[in-house]
């Protein structure tokens, strides 16, 4: 996984965790994604330093508003490509493990493409 990418894991999983729970600390978040504290500990302090979180002195994590456009951007990769991917066969469980690779990867414009493709021909949910 490059930094890109585990960086939009890290927004990912913060937005997802605050949307179930009003506080998110680095113990959560290494939790939800099965790393080491040492490991949360460190990208949280890179996204601290870049701009995407704050940290308050209680050790509670906040999307900034960059953080958090960034976060909701690359969720609704995910929903939409699971979704899609299920609508065409896929399992859930692989769908899901697929959208999480394909999600940092795509491109604006085929991404663009996939959610006119959707909205005009819709899916079966």
Known sequence: MNVY?????YLETILVLSRSSPSVRSVDVAAYMGYSKPSVSRAIGLLKKEGSISVDTNGYI??????????????????LLSKLLM????SEETAAEDACRIEHYISEETF????RHVKKYGSKE
């Open 87 to 90: 609508n065409l066969g896929v």
């Open 112 to 115: 663009d493409a996939i959610k």
């Open 5 to 9: 990418e585990s960086r939009e894991m």
């Open 62 to 79: 906040t999307l900034t508003p960059e953080g958090e456009a960034k976060a909701k951007t690359i969720y609704e990769r995910h929903t």
